[in-house]
């Protein structure tokens, strides 16, 4: 071919692309870093072939092959023949525009579900998101950080993440092994960046995918998804965010345990840091993006932790109305200690010493169940013990999770009216009567540790805003509640 300028040159740690016409010309750099070596001419070669190959699997109009670089009848590099596509048409592009961007990150989402579920699987890849592989993917990670010498991260910021992330992998092995244990580990994209996704007439076409390192591509589905809403929320998108997890969770039918999606956003969003940090030693101008990354690693770092929440006070103070909504405005898991009086426990008195011991016991060992498979818990009950305060603490620093806690009060006199007045509608499970207010308020210890919330002449949605200002900042972001 005639060597004609090319009209635009793109770059990025690993690799130059060359805009010809209708053709993307990508080249590897000669390159090595702790997770790849392009210094080899012939590995880069292998690489180009791996790549187009991969790729086509979500593009197969767009990777045409693998071209050579010939000086004097030799080739001497080698270089990923690609359709160029319109940059209009990016996800990235389509973000501040008039369209109906809902629909085009539900077709994503609709082509990203497909391609997981027709992924390849095999012991070999689940075992690369086992809690010893994500271990030593955080080790990696901090290990080529450290290294780096003039590396613009925030050390505050850097010492939170790594006290945050060992925490987290202790307290998480049991949901780490449930994933591994289902279908939920795949072959799947790497590195979905709303750049190299294109919304076309024709169809979704979603480019680059990590070619270069089997272990770090398999994966768990989770991590495809949490690529992209790190990446739509690093634009300023945290509700396109949102938008796209639900989507997928929709066409999937399978929820993603919020602690996992957190925790994998803030993986996600390290290594661009990272990447950012590498691009700084080659272009100072990338520097400033490491920061923002490391910071929004961090942000999800925080929202991983699962919080158990202790909704307390005596019957007749609005306690089950506000847990209630926060359960509504969080998506936690919302258990009530009413249910459970209910339904799994006899006798005629169900409120006796001996029968609130079965339900909190029942009561905790259903949020430890729902703590191990990722899932904050908002637990609903008079928590008038502090013997069972403890126990739920104890749940707490076990599973190095955040403990909270509320206690709802009103003056007797209005409680005790809101008690008759929902026994005699009778559309609530809580069967406690005055007498069992007046027992439970003559037992109940004092409670120092919790936010007091008074009810007395305060409206809900008023409460459950105070509530929210108290619990949710430091637990959960905007956009993917």
Request: charge should be negative; aromatic fraction near 6%.
């Amino acid at each position: 071919m005639q060597v004609t300028a090319p009209v635009r040159v793109a770059e990025t740690h690993i690799s130059i692309l060359l805009f010809f016409g209708d053709k993307v010309y990508k080249i590897h750099k000669p390159v090595h870093f702790d997770f790849l070596d392009f210094s080899d001419r012939t590995a880069r070669a292998a690489d180009c072939h791996r790549e187009v190959d991969l790729n086509r699997r979500l593009a197969p109009d767009v990777y045409l092959g693998v071209a050579d670089i010939v000086m004097n009848g030799e080739p001497v590099d080698h270089m990923v023949v690609m359709r160029a596509l319109p940059e209009e048409r990016q996800l990235a592009s389509l973000l501040n525009g008039n369209e109906d961007l809902g629909m085009w990150l539900d077709s994503v989402a609709a082509v990203l579900t497909s391609f997981h579920r027709n992924a390849v699987r095999s012991a070999e890849i689940s075992e690369c998101a086992s809690p010893a592989a994500l271990t030593l993917k955080w080790k990696e990670n901090f290990e080529e950080v450290t290294r780096l010498v003039d590396s613009p991260l925030d050390p505050g910021v850097e010492a939170e993440i790594r006290s945050l992330v060992p925490h987290w992998l202790s307290s998480h092995q049991a949901l780490l092994e449930s994933r591994v244990a289902g279908r939920d580990i795949c072959d799947g994209h790497g590195d979905l960046q709303a750049s190299d996704i294109y919304c076309l007439d024709d169809g979704i076409r979603i480019l680059d995918c990590l070619e270069f390192s089997d272990r770090l591509r398999w994966d768990d589905v989770c991590a495809d998804v949490a690529f992209l809403a790190m990446d739509l929320e690093r634009l300023g998108h945290a509700d396109a965010a949102g938008m796209f997890v639900r989507a997928y969770e929709r066409r999937s039918g399978d929820r993603l345990p919020p602690s996992l999606l957190h925790h994998h956003i803030g993986l996600r969003a390290y290594v661009r840091a990272k990447v950012a940090c590498l691009r700084s030693e080659q272009d100072a101008a990338v520097s400033t993006s490491a920061v923002e990354l490391q910071a929004l690693a961090l942000k999800h770092l925080r929202s991983a932790r699962s919080a158990v929440v202790l909704v307390g006070g005596l019957p007749g103070t609005g306690k089950s109305t506000l847990a209630a909504g926060l359960a509504a405005e969080t998506g936690w898991v919302l258990i009530r200690s009413d249910e459970l009086r209910r339904y799994q426990t006899v006798g005629p008195d169900r409120y006796a010493p001996e029968s609130r011991a079965a339900v909190y016991e029942e009561l905790l060992r259903s949020a430890r169940e729902r703590l191990e498979e990722g899932e904050s818990v908002i637990l609903d009950a008079s928590w008038i013990s502090a013997e069972e305060r403890a126990i739920a603490a104890q749940l707490a620093e076990d599973s190095h999770t955040e403990l909270l806690a509320i206690c709802c009060r009103c003056d007797d006199l209005i409680g005790a009216d809101r008690i008759k007045q929902r026994l005699a509608r009778g559309d609530d499970v809580s069967e406690a009567t005055v007498a069992v207010r007046d027992a439970m308020e003559a037992g109940m210890d004092e409670w120092p540790s919790a936010i007091v919330i008074d009810t007395s002449h305060v409206a809900a949605s008023v409460n459950l805003e105070n509530a929210l200002s108290e619990l949710v900042p430091s637990v959960t972001p905007d956009g993917l509640e």
